[in-house]
């Protein structure tokens, strides 16, 4: 199909429509003829126009509404990220309470945990204590007087 196309203020508007075909005579068949097409009747592009406008609005529509509902879907998502926020935020809070609640009952028991430590430290010291006494007994028990120890004393007998 050919289009003939002239200028006007409006840009290119179609001059006139011409259709090729192809001659299936004997004569050479790289020959082609050329029918003009006729332009649509007036009531036929008012229909068209009425068509193009009915489907443009319905198709302006649906983009409208789908901008309305994801607009929708945004909003709802903000409130449930707000509620999750209000809901962590009373978790900060009950958290820093009861870490609160934690350093108190620290510090109350922090005497009680240097006495422990003090006695821990008393008991390590009995401790060696014990061991050096042990060792000292040991040598004790190993140890014989040197006049006993030499075989030239003989026990009484009789006394």
């Known amino acids: 199909m ?19 075909t192809y001659m299936e005579s004997s004569e ?3 020959v082609e003829t050329a029918e003009e097409a006729k ?9 068209l126009c009425k068509d193009m406008f009915s489907k443009m609005a319905t198709y302006l529509t649906g983009e409208l509404t789908a901008t309305s509902e994801d607009y929708k879907l945004l909003e709802n998502m903000n409130k449930l ?5 209000l809901e962590m935020k009373d978790i ?6 009861n870490l609160k609640d934690l350093n108190q009952k620290y510090a109350d028991l922090q005497p009680y945990l240097e006495q422990i430590n003090l006695i821990e430290e ?38």
């Open 2 to 20: 050919l289009v003939l196309l002239q200028r006007s203020y409006r840009g290119l508007l179609p001059l006139s429509v011409m259709k090729a």
């Open 28 to 30: 050479d068949p790289a």
């Open 39 to 47: 332009e649509p009747a007036e009531a036929d592009i008012n229909e």
């Open 81 to 85: 990220t707000s509620l999750k926020y």
């Open 92 to 97: 900060a809070i009950n958290i820093s309470r």
């Open 122 to 159: 008393q008991v390590a010291a009995l401790e060696q204590a014990a061991y050096k006494l042990d060792a000292y007994s040991k040598k004790l028990g190993n140890y014989r007087p040197p006049l006993l120890r030499t075989s030239s004393i003989v026990p009484c007998k009789g006394i």
